[in-house]
């Protein structure tokens, strides 16, 4: 979900072409800082929006890990469950988990494809240009973090 495919989607061919790949302790895995979305083409839409979003480090690090090659060094998922992108760290100075500047839990741009996911995924016309629907949400939800926070 965090790159809008699978790993290994690259690969064509039958499943056994991805399964040898796979298991090739030579194959190389690329883990872009970035990921690059947006809503599918339509026939009245056939050049979406495309969204340039941030892929967090502690993200990269449990998907590196999680495909580790050597099994001695695979994440175990003990370890994943503790991995820092699931539990996020918390500030010294503070109990709630850091995020960045003009961030909640999700970033507005990711409120923006959420929406328009649900949209599509239930048959619904995704909002005209100029729709607030995303953005409102986010600052409800940035609100309520931060009165949750106590802020």
């Not at 820092?84 to 003009?102: I, K, Q």
């Amino acid at each position: 979900m965090i790159y809008g495919h699978t790993p290994f989607q690259h690969i064509t061919g039958n499943i056994m072409a991805k399964l040898h790949t796979i298991a090739d302790p030579n194959t190389r895995i690329e883990y872009p800082a970035t990921s690059v979305s947006g809503p599918s083409a339509t026939v009245g839409n056939p050049t979406p929006p495309r969204y340039t979003v941030p892929v967090p480090t502690a993200a990269i690090s449990s998907i590196r890990g999680c495909l580790e090659h050597d099994k001695e060094k695979r994440l175990t998922i003990p370890e994943l469950l503790k991995h820092e992108f699931l539990v996020p760290r918390l500030n010294a100075s503070s109990s709630s988990p850091t995020l960045p500047p003009g961030a909640t839990s999700i970033t507005k741009d990711q409120m923006a494809m959420l929406v328009n996911y649900l949209l599509r995924a239930n048959g619904v016309k995704p909002p005209p240009p100029g729709d607030r629907t995303a953005e409102e949400l986010f600052d409800q939800l940035e609100s309520q973090n931060l009165r949750s926070q106590g802020q």
